[in-house]
């Protein structure tokens, strides 16, 4: 009476938790999600209690930060009903014989303040914060939620945001269907509904029991109005900036083209979310004063977006516009190690108008106090050149060495109304990241061919880069072979190489990798391994050559006018040029 969760229930308790944090660390996943609407009548409720907890209690012997999300839709003895709160009816599934079941307890959507007070209580009476425990909201079905009351407890709250796609995306085309205004809007759906609707978590509205995912909510007081700042911007695995530099591109994964150095490579769409960079903290802290915080500092003289009319590396980039005698912008929450000689580089492309531009840091020790550093005392307009400046801790440059970095901003002071500023690329790096090895090729294989070009595919791995010890269970990540993405090529032969794109997983797809019928002959396709901090790579290892599929012919045509009046010439023809010639009829 459960459908597959049976099978897949009573799999995992047979299995134990060894086998099933050995899956997790090899597939390299953090945790599980559970929805508990469903009968335990056939099940073993106990021993899944008891599996979750050795999960909890032994993850980090197989370095497994475990996480378990469960729906609250189960009582203690596995019956399902509305469990719109966490009290002892079924507090087995959070808590069980002294350990974790679930850390993300996400109750069903109908709580309110007595609901949220239990289980807070309830929490708390299992030596456990009440943060774990997530209050439920229906971001599909509803446009309402308990804020009002959720403000006045510490619990978290959690979004229901649909079955085949998340609500967001379900409502970017509410702008226009545009690729890139989808594009947009999904941007200001995203800032809309978690900054709130003044885009600048300094100025919220007020907060009210409204729900919303739209870009055009005028009144919602965002998701910000509830979450502190967080930010994975830190040396990862006890490291320093050497060996975990910090740089983004601003790159959100996707683009109409791929660029490498401001370049394009590759004039055909791409996407790979793989390689979204990392993204600003906050989406839009614009304020009169460094890091004001009330509403009366926000700025509203500047807009930021995203953009993707140009890029330094891949499809997007960061615009800024607008006039303003001051304004700050603080972008990311960080949290470095500074020591002298650590490099900050900015590299900015100006559209229009003049202005001075500076980055602007602070410490932990001294979080709202100034550091800033000239980019450019009168930048100008230049619309074909990447400007690049670096600036470097030193006593006559930023004035951080020993202090750890708690922020990384910009300035803009007395830009003109025209000003327009791209931003490609922002990083703090010490050093020269060592070059990686050349990846080993596994297989590649031309998939498809039309007139725009062959679709390829290659499957790679740097096992013989990785020098440590594993178990076969440990999967081998990008930063233990000193690597943080992979450039994709393709080559016709007798031509040059063409970058196509960039993954991070050791495997990628080119749609539409260049061909030239003229020219003929063999494809391949090849991979090199890009340095940590970006500023190097491996020599290409390439696959076989391969002789291209037979040409498939795509369907479809084109006329030159949206609307042809009588009596008015026009021009229709197949898109696919290797289309074979047709008969065209008028139908009156």
Not at 254 to 277: A, I, S
Not at 516 to 525: E, H, N, P, T, V
Not at 554 to 569: N, Y
Request: with cysteine; proline share 3%; hydrophobic share 35%.
């Amino acid at each position: 009476n459960d459908g597959s969760h049976g099978s897949n229930i009573n799999a995992l308790v047979n299995g134990g938790y060894d086998k099933l944090l050995k899956y997790l660390r090899y597939y390299g996943v953090d945790g599980v999600g559970f929805n508990s609407e469903f009968s335990w009548d056939l099940l073993d409720a106990t021993g899944f209690k008891n599996l979750m907890g050795n999960c909890y209690s032994n993850a980090a012997y197989y370095g497994v930060p475990f996480n378990n999300a469960w729906y609250s839709f189960t009582s203690n003895d596995g019956d399902y009903g509305d469990y719109s709160v966490l009290n002892s009816g079924c507090v087995q599934w959070f808590h069980y014989n002294g350990k974790k079941v679930s850390d993300a307890y996400f109750l069903n959507y109908n709580w309110g303040s007595s609901q949220l007070n239990t289980s807070v209580s309830t929490a708390n009476g299992q030596g456990r914060s009440g943060f774990d425990v997530y209050a439920g909201m229906d971001y599909q079905g509803r446009s309402n939620a308990d804020w009002l009351a959720l403000q006045y407890y510490n619990t978290s709250f959690g979004l229901w945001g649909a079955h085949n796609m998340n609500m967001i995306y379900e409502s970017r085309g509410e702008l226009g269907a545009n690729p890139i205004q989808l594009q947009k809007t999904y941007q200001l759906i995203s800032e809309n509904s978690f900054t709130g609707s003044s885009y600048n978590p300094v100025n919220t509205p007020a907060i009210s029991n409204i729900l919303r995912h739209t870009s055009t909510a005028t009144n919602f007081h965002g998701f910000s109005s509830f979450i502190t700042a967080r930010s994975t911007l830190t040396p990862q695995d006890g490291g320093t900036l050497a060996t975990d530099p910090f740089v983004t591109y601003f790159n959100l994964g996707n683009g109409m083209f791929f660029k490498e150095e401001g370049v394009t490579t590759f004039d055909r769409e791409w996407y790979n979310l793989g390689m979204q960079d990392y993204l600003p903290t906050w989406r839009w802290w614009w304020t009169k004063n460094f890091m004001g915080k009330n509403a009366s500092d926000a700025s509203t003289d500047m807009i930021a977006e995203f953009c993707w009319d140009d890029a330094w590396f891949g499809g997007s980039c960061l615009q800024i516009s607008g006039a303003t005698t001051t304004s700050y912008l603080q972008l990311f929450k960080t949290k470095y190690p500074l020591q002298n000689e650590d490099k900050f580089t900015i590299r900015y492309k100006v559209l229009s108008g003049t202005g001075k531009i500076s980055i602007t840091t602070s410490s932990e020790a001294n979080p709202t106090t100034e550091c800033s550093s000239l980019i450019a005392s009168s930048a100008k307009a230049d619309d074909e050149i990447w400007e690049e400046k670096s600036i470097y801790v030193r006593n006559r440059g930023l004035k951080l060495n020993g202090e750890t970095l708690a922020m990384i901003g910009l300035k803009f002071e007395n830009t003109t109304s025209d000003f327009k500023i791209l931003i490609g690329e922002l990083s703090l790096t010490r050093g020269t990241s060592t070059t990686p090895g050349k990846p080993n090729v596994k297989t590649s294989k031309a998939m498809t061919r039309t007139y725009k070009g062959v679709d390829m595919k290659i499957i790679f791995d740097m096992n013989s880069n990785f020098y440590g010890s594993r178990q076969n269970y440990e999967s081998i990540y990008n930063s233990q072979v000193k690597t943080w993405f992979y450039k994709i090529y393709t080559e016709q032969e007798g031509c040059s190489p063409v970058l196509c794109t960039a993954t991070t997983s050791w495997a990628a797809y080119v749609v539409g990798a260049p061909y030239d019928l003229s020219k003929g002959g063999r494809i391949r396709i090849g991979v090199s391994a890009v340095a940590l901090d970006g500023m190097s790579e491996s020599a290409i290892a390439w696959g076989n050559w391969i002789t291209p599929p037979t040409n498939n012919v795509v369907e479809g045509f084109s006329i030159d006018k949206p609307i042809i009046k009588a009596g008015e010439e026009f021009t229709v023809a197949f898109d696919d040029p290797t289309h074979a010639a047709a008969t065209w009829v008028i139908n009156a």
